[in-house]
């Protein structure tokens, strides 16, 4: 027996295909290992909000008569959750906000509608900061997750749910969001790969809108054989999300067998000169670097000098966005109503005691700045100096393949620790701010830890489009 029984849950995608199609083990006891990890491991991580049990035992067992007729599809029998913000048919989606606590979608966001067509047993639904406000997933109404490596660190946010679960063997993969860094920094701080994709790849549609020129989804995986596998998938054009491009979707997996000979690798100086950056992430970094040049890469230093500009224009132009979007979420046509003496109360109450502290705090910011007296001043300025940053990164394609950067300024940072001051959360957000704005994909690879155990993300960001080409970067960072 190739795989020992107890252990199911540890697999990768690409293991637990072959383990399926051969008859090693059956869908059912795959998916028994995941959610018997989730037992023993939830109370302390707080990694789900949602755990669909019974369900995942009926989808697992449908995956195993399929393949007891030899049908196998791209993910039939594997186990995987999926960030609270994102819609699942009959499966509550709470956006980790009280004011959706009861709410149960009647549809599948697309992304999960695809990997379900292709045979995946959704396991639960992932904490996250609600509704992907946040760097830590502190801002959640359901608690922090913890991580994995070290229970006294925060996992990252927002999607911290999906990435604890993956680091700790809960689920194979996850599906996660990422507006301005939310699965990258996760990934970085759990030691799992996230792939945020170029806006526009994937589909949207039924992804609870954050800032929607900025949202993207995309997969949190264990290597990035399985990040091709699943991104194979999701990717390409829906025609419920007119934002979505038609351009085809290459072949990933041939993608990653290519060689990197030739290679022009960026590094942008003010990445590495940026305040509080940890000792030992730089020299991580530069090892791998290093590495990359070895394997025939050239290694170029290169500027891109409105990074300075690129967490005020997010922390303007997003709350501008959330002003905007929640205005949906008004306790009349979603999930908790507050009762009140007439509509207005209705509204401020359900609004009140439905979203958390920092959901409030980006309504009034982007209200603030949308505001006729103000417009020209933040909102119009921001969206100027967004083009100059997207400019920025045009030039520097223009030279290079890819871009190498730290994920993050330092490894997972501890509970409480900046949870009092959002200023202090923002500036998080540093390295993975920028490609959000460009729109470009960026994917973040373990890259090494820290002598006191904890994961470092290495950070690769490439032109639109260019999502085979950094995940055959990511396949060549070996820990
Ligand atoms: N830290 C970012 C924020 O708080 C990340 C958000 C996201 O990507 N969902 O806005």
New binding site residues.
Partial sequence: MLFDFMNLNELTIKEAQAGLRNKEFTAVELTQACLDRIKERNNELNAFITVCEESALKEAKIADEMLAQGKSLALTGIPFSVKDAICTASVRSTGAAKILDNYTPPYDATVIKKIREQGGVLVGKNNC?AF????SNENSMYGPVKNPYNLDKVAG???GGSAAAVADNMCIFAIA???????R?PASFCGVVGLRPSYGRNSRFGIMP?ASSFDTVGPMTKTVEDMAIVMQVIAGNDHLDATTVPEPVPDYNDELNKDLTGLRVGVPQEYFEAEGMDKEVRQIIEKQIKNLEKQGAEIFYVSLPMTKYAIAV?YIL?PCEVSSNFGRLDGIRYGVRSEAKDLFGVYSKSRAQGFPEEVKRRILIGTYALSAGYYDAYYKKAQQVRTLIRLDFDRVFSDVDILITPTSPSAAFGLGEKSSDPIQ??L??IF??PA?SAGIPAISVPAGETKSGLPVGLQIMGSRMSEGLIMRVANNIKK
């Fill in positions: 900061d992907g406000h946040g760097a946010g927002s999607s969001e990422d507006t301005g860094g939310s699965i920094q954050m997010y997003v959360l923002y998080a957000d993975v701010s959000a």
